[in-house]
């Protein structure tokens, strides 16, 4: 192959993945899709099925009574809504502290040892005898209504998983504008592809499933969030996205912040093809095609950058070595606009362009780090 096919494969490659696949999803979605009958802002309280909201906590005594106290004043029947709270082997007063409302709808299950979100949740489910189980983190809240949008979905009987739509205030630093810009993109194409019957990840801060449907998560998986929809996928239901269910959340507070979490993130999509191999057959995996555009090549998309740079300087003609040119061009803003974000902010679609070179960077040390880092270590506090 020569460098200028090589080149515009990748670049290809590329856009498919960040721009192709999306607008291709959109106009099917705009066409083709279709959503479960019901009242988004979900329907009597009859109508409300039992459901326990399980939080797997570590080391948050100062907020999980807080989160917890959230969670039972929402617009829910309350003789319909548990909590259970997992103190994952906290070595300071989070179980107490979940225990302290004095409220017979709360059960804290305290863990002697920590064994990871992954073996947390897992253990948790044992005590689960609702119909539905939603589950969130410490750190979120939740938008009034949001549980009951979110259990709203399952009247339709296809429907066996749901996820809610995290929205992130903005950072204190310059590069939370390129990454909340990049989160919007990602949840429309989540909404699009669930019209499809295409989405396979939820939002961690907030999605619900059908308890019978829960295939216990091997332990120090990183990616329960992706776990969960993808059985619920290979058995025949459908995950729909909620948008009327909000949770809250921060963004990272600092650059390094969130590069690790995208590390953590992106390693775990590794890890998940190690521990579901059915995930690389368009046979198996029912979802094959959208988990391979949306997650799968955005894996490679770092090695197709590094591959285009290189092949445009060797190959022929001035488009080529204009392109070279204009890739070493917008990675040094790009790099300038991580260095300084608050200076980058303030020109138009520079911070844009340092998270996306950020993100890619994760991705590159994605795989190393998957086969070098101990997932035992990943279970953390933000």
């Known amino acids: 192959m020569n460098a200028a096919l090589l080149f515009w494969s990748c670049i290809?490659?590329?856009?498919?993945?960040?721009?192709?696949?999306?607008?291709?999803?959109?106009?099917?979605?705009?066409?083709?899709?279709?959503?479960?009958?019901?009242?988004?802002?979900?329907?009597?309280?009859?109508?409300?099925?039992?459901?326990?909201?399980?939080?797997?906590?570590?080391?948050?005594?100062?907020?999980?009574?807080?989160?917890?106290?959230?969670?039972?004043?929402?617009?829910?029947?309350?003789?319909?809504?548990?909590?259970?709270?997992?103190?994952?082997?906290?070595?300071?007063?989070?179980?107490?502290?979940?225990?302290?409302?004095?409220?017979?709808?709360?059960?804290?299950?305290?863990?002697?040892?920590n064994v990871g979100k992954a073996a947390a949740l897992t253990l948790g489910m044992r005590q689960v005898d609702t119909p539905l189980v939603a589950f969130t983190d410490a750190r979120q809240r939740f938008a009034p209504g949001a549980?009951?949008?979110?259990?709203?979905?399952?009247?339709?009987?296809?429907?066996?998983?749901?996820?809610g739509e995290l929205v992130i205030a903005?950072?204190?630093?310059?590069?939370?504008?390129?990454?909340g810009l990049y989160w919007r993109m990602e949840k429309r194409l989540r909404s699009d592809e669930a019209k499809l019957g295409w989405l396979h990840g939820v939002s961690g801060s907030i999605h619900a499933m059908r308890r019978t449907l829960f295939v216990p998560i091997p332990a120090n998986t990183v990616l329960d969030d992706m776990w969960m929809p993808l059985q619920v996928l290979r058995s025949g239901h459908r995950v729909w996205m909620a948008r009327e269910a909000l949770a809250f959340d921060r963004a990272s507070h600092s650059v390094d912040e969130e590069f690790q979490r995208k590390l953590r993130t992106l390693a775990g999509n590794w890890q998940l093809i190690a521990r579901l191999p059915w995930l690389l057959d368009p046979f198996a995996n029912p979802a094959f095609f959208a988990w391979f555009s949306h997650k799968f090549l955005r894996l490679l998309v770092p090695w197709a950058l590094l591959v285009a740079l290189a092949a445009s300087a060797f190959a022929e003609g001035a488009l080529h070595r204009i392109a070279f040119g204009l890739q070493l061009l917008a990675y040094a803003g790009a790099l300038g606009g991580l260095v300084l974000p608050r200076v980058a902010a303030r020109l138009?679609?520079?911070?844009?362009?340092?998270?996306?070179?950020?993100?890619?960077?994760?991705?590159?040390?994605?795989?190393p780090?998957?086969?070098?880092?101990?997932p035992a270590r990943l279970w953390k506090k933000h």
Do not use: K
């Open 12 to 113: 290809a490659l590329v856009a498919w993945a960040y721009a192709g696949y999306p607008l291709f999803t959109a106009l099917l979605a705009r066409r083709y899709g279709d959503a479960p009958l019901h009242d988004p802002r979900g329907g009597d309280d009859d109508e409300c099925e039992p459901m326990t909201v399980v939080i797997a906590a570590f080391d948050e005594e100062a907020r999980v009574a807080a989160r917890i106290r959230d969670i039972l004043d929402q617009d829910y029947p309350a003789d319909r809504l548990q909590v259970l709270a997992i103190s994952d082997g906290s070595r300071d007063g989070t179980a107490r502290a979940a225990a302290s409302l004095g409220d017979d709808r709360v059960r804290v299950l305290d863990l002697p040892h």
């Open 147 to 163: 549980l009951r949008a979110l259990a709203a979905p399952f009247a339709d009987p296809s429907i066996g998983a749901v996820s």
């Open 170 to 179: 903005a950072a204190d630093h310059g590069t939370g504008e390129g990454v």
């Open 348 to 367: 138009p679609l520079l911070p844009a362009a340092s998270s996306f070179v950020m993100l890619n960077f994760a991705a590159l040390l994605s795989l």
């Open 369 to 374: 780090a998957s086969l070098a880092m101990d």
